[in-house]
């Protein structure tokens, strides 16, 4: 007699289970019994009429069946799919761990991570974790010791040690069994669509388009009152994260937030003092990443005085119009996008900035607010602004 498809799944579950669960554990998808990882209608047809499993099985098998596989395409262009639920995952940067924690992704599933993980006081629910080193050198023995069912990794940029690990590290992670998920979540013009990649690949498709509605309405409204303002309304901007060295980094968010920035580099660079007087910059904004803003009580601006009052202070720069309208400004890395201690809060620096260079503009946006409902209810965190932080000095 034929033994129909259903019939023969229904056997071989039965002789699947029967093997005893440390068969049945070992690499396998719970349900998926021909090891495509996938489990079909038949197969999960034959798991229901199995009496050996406990119901708490068959609801896992049933949840991967109906979820899974889940595929995105990374921000490499890689095809990456997941099979089951992630159990446990790896970070290459602190911008992973953050937007995993705007996802409600629990903590305790991650398993090893970037070493700023443990030096930064935003992340210190993350200080035990074991370090795989910096992002651009991660210690690949340790990731395979780890094991994690997805690593993020980020996907390298310019050239340099920031360009040049990506391909060696890949070829280390072929035949490990990790799947690798190349993501960036640094940066602004990518980040939403990573957000709802991440989404996808741990079952948070409501936390992320909660999030992202936050978030794109946050730089719609900016983008919704300076879109169309022509050059002359958008005030020349000066940024720098020391002495006279700037970056192309600084262009996305002026230009988000209405202003113009009066270099084109290509690159970061040191600036001929010469060049900065001789574009007479409206507005002066230093980024600080030389210290913990997170850590800082909000009354301790000392340093941000001094910061700014350096820049008032030099001789070279006494008849540009920012320094002549007291126009410059002190902004913490982790509003910003590519500094030590830079974060996924780009876009409450857009906000900022904005209100710094079109305050008629936005007399009733409130930066500290959209930052605190950021902190509270995305990031999960106790935080008061009001008590803690130095994040723009002076504020707008």
């Not at 129909?4 to 699947?16: D, E, G, M, P």
């Not at 300076?226 to 262009?251: A, W």
């Amino acid at each position: 007699m034929e033994m129909t498809a259903s019939k023969a799944a229904l056997l071989a579950v039965c002789l699947f289970f029967a093997m005893g669960p440390a068969v049945a554990d070992v690499g396998t998808i719970p349900g998926d019994l021909d090891g495509n990882k996938v489990v079909s209608d038949e197969e999960m047809e034959a798991a229901e009429g199995n009496g050996s499993i406990t119901s708490e099985e068959l609801e896992e098998i049933r949840h991967i069946h109906e979820e899974y596989p889940r595929t995105i395409i990374d921000t490499k262009g890689r095809e990456v799919t997941i099979y089951k639920p992630v159990e446990t995952v790896g970070c290459t940067i602190s911008q992973h761990l953050e937007t995993l924690r705007t996802l409600q992704v629990p903590l305790d599933l991650v398993v090893i991570a970037d070493h700023t993980s443990g030096h930064y006081s935003y992340f210190s629910d993350f200080s035990d974790i074991p370090s795989l080193g910096h992002f651009h050198d991660p210690d690949a023995e340790a990731i395979v010791q780890a094991n994690p069912d997805l690593l993020i990794v980020h996907p390298g940029s310019g050239g340099g040690r920031f360009g040049a690990f990506y391909e060696p590290f890949m070829e280390k992670m072929e035949g490990t069994g990790i799947t690798v998920a190349c993501l960036a979540c640094s940066r602004p013009d990518i980040y939403s669509e990573e957000v709802e990649k991440l989404g996808v690949l741990f079952e948070r498709e409501e936390e992320a388009a909660k999030f992202l509605d936050f978030y794109e309405g946050v730089l719609g409204t900016v983008e919704e009152r300076t879109g169309n303002l022509t050059e002359e309304e958008r005030p020349k901007v000066y940024c720098e994260s020391d002495r006279y060295k700037t970056s192309d980094n600084n262009i996305d968010p002026i230009e988000m937030a209405g202003g113009r920035f009066i270099f084109d580099l290509g690159q970061t660079a040191e600036i001929d003092p010469e060049a900065v007087v001789s574009a007479n910059p409206d507005v002066i904004i230093r980024l600080l990443s030389e210290e913990d803003p997170d850590e800082k009580m909000a009354e301790d601006t000392a340093n941000a005085e001094a910061i700014i009052q350096e820049i008032m202070d030099r001789q070279e720069l006494a008849n540009v119009n920012a320094v002549k309208n007291g126009e410059v400004y002190l902004v913490a890395s982790p509003l910003w996008t590519y500094l030590p201690y830079s974060g996924c809060r780009h876009f409450i620096g857009v906000a900022y900035a904005a209100k710094i260079l079109h305050p008629e503009l936005f007399e009733d946006f409130d930066p500290k607010a959209i930052h605190h409902r950021y902190l509270t209810e995305f990031q999960g965190l106790d935080y008061d602004l009001e008590e803690k932080g130095v994040f723009v000095y002076p504020e707008p």
